[in-house]
């Protein structure tokens, strides 16, 4: 009787936890690392906008034979940062040239801390891989283009940075009426409540444009129209575009978890994209219409392949690779200078930096690492010339579409 009872309760137990387990089994394979409830969220292992200041100057201090030049292009709106660019190689030249840009979303912030890795590679490194991309690419940074944005405050669920720039809506700064709408893309900050802009929204094509009484009706109300550089942050970026004229722009962003596909429920480490202007999008300024060039558009295929394969090969833990849904954003940095001639590609790497979607200390050297790797094999399949001779069909073919997003795994 009392071993009856004894195996009654053993098999209850069984039972139990294994009704535990299947309760526990997560939607996804719990390749994550997750943040944990009571894991207290901290970002000071990430630069600050003054961090990030001292080692661009300390790099450029122990530069090798002027290999590198330091300026500042610009400020931020409200605390006045100084807006770096980070130039490796010439504008005028017939090298190839690429243009790589990280934190216009100031809560974004792993792209600076891979771009901070691979500057000081090319800054200081005499290994002949480096040298050969020297050599034969010009290559220039912005890292951290939204300084403002990435400064830390307190919120009740931990520290925070945030998407927007800093900054007020003030018609009088560009000569306009008082009453004057501001563009949509001027609001409160979803996470901060500070008012101020979605700095990647603020692009247009036509790169000369000033926001003037004279140009005031192109002031934008809905997502499909380009904007009207109203911050600092994006003339400084479009300055750089402009004198560089790059045949290659990197915008570096992150992203809340997603898995793969239907049929692979891997979380997503990157979603990349070549494109995000439809085919058909004309925007006329002045008698110029901006579209997007097949030729561009094949070259961005050509990259964002390059990178998918790059982090495919071997035992690679970044394999959960896929593309990015498609979009229609001509105000994005991305969308205008794709449509002035520039291939694109499009790095949302996985966590975004506030505690309501951080994946926690962890993963950050992880997918710092991921996407050091991916800037690196393109800076590297421009010197060799291998990125011209990939399929730009393997984008559309080969790169897994149409991630579900999901939620945590309790
Ligand atoms: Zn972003």
Do not use: C
């Not at 098999?11 to 994550?32: D, R, V, Y």
């Not at 891989?129 to 944005?149: R, Y």
């Not at 694109?344 to 926690?360: D, K």
């Amino acid at each position: 009787m009392r071993k009856t009872a004894f195996s009654a309760l053993l098999t209850f137990l069984l039972l139990f936890s294994f009704s535990i387990s299947a309760f526990a089994e997560p939607q996804s394979k719990p390749n994550g690392p997750w943040i944990q409830p009571n894991q207290e969220v901290k970002l000071e292992s990430l630069m600050s906008p003054e961090q990030l200041e001292e080692k661009l100057h300390q790099i450029n201090e122990r530069a090798r034979d002027g290999r590198m030049d330091l300026e500042v292009v610009g400020h931020s709106a409200t605390y006045e940062y100084p807006i770096y660019a980070v130039k490796f190689g010439e504008a005028d030249t017939d090298n190839p040239k690429v243009f790589i840009q990280t934190q216009i979303h100031g809560d974004e912030q792993l792209g600076t801390e891979a771009s901070i890795d691979l500057i000081q590679q090319l800054a200081m490194s005499n290994n002949k891989d480096i040298v050969e991309i020297l050599d034969n690419v010009t290559v220039w940074f912005i890292p951290m283009l939204n300084p403002d944005g990435a400064v830390i405050f307190d919120t009740p669920n931990g520290q925070s940075k945030q998407r927007q720039n800093i900054q007020t809506w003030d018609p009088a700064e560009y000569g306009l009426d008082e009453g004057t709408s501001a563009p949509w893309y001027y609001r409160p900050d979803s996470v901060s409540g500070e008012m101020g802009f979605d700095v990647n929204r603020d692009f247009h094509p036509h790169l000369d444009l000033e926001l003037s009484p004279e140009t005031a009706d192109l002031i934008p109300s809905v997502s499909s129209q380009p904007g009207v550089f109203a911050t600092p942050e994006a003339r400084a970026s479009r300055d750089v575009f402009a004198e560089l004229q790059p045949d290659l722009f990197i915008d570096h962003h992150h992203r809340y978890s997603n898995v793969v596909s239907e049929e692979d429920d891997s979380l997503n480490t990157l979603q990349v994209i070549a494109q995000v202007v439809n085919d058909d999008t004309m925007v006329s300024y002045d008698g110029v219409d901006y579209q997007l060039e097949e030729d561009s558009l094949n070259l961005s295929k050509q990259v964002n392949s390059l990178v998918y394969q790059s982090l495919q090969k071997g035992n690679s833990p970044f394999s959960a690779v896929s593309r990015y849904p498609e979009v229609n954003l001509p105000g994005t940095a991305l969308g205008s200078y794709s449509m002035n001639g520039a291939a694109i590609m499009l790095y949302e790497t996985r966590g975004q930096q506030h505690p309501y979607g951080h994946t926690g200390q962890k993963a950050n050297g992880q997918y710092t690492k991921q996407s050091y790797i991916g800037l690196y094999e393109t800076l590297r399949g421009f010197a060799t010339g291998e990125v011209y001779e990939i399929d730009p069909e393997f984008y559309d073919e080969e790169i897994p579409y149409g991630s579900p997003s999901i939620g945590r795994p309790n």
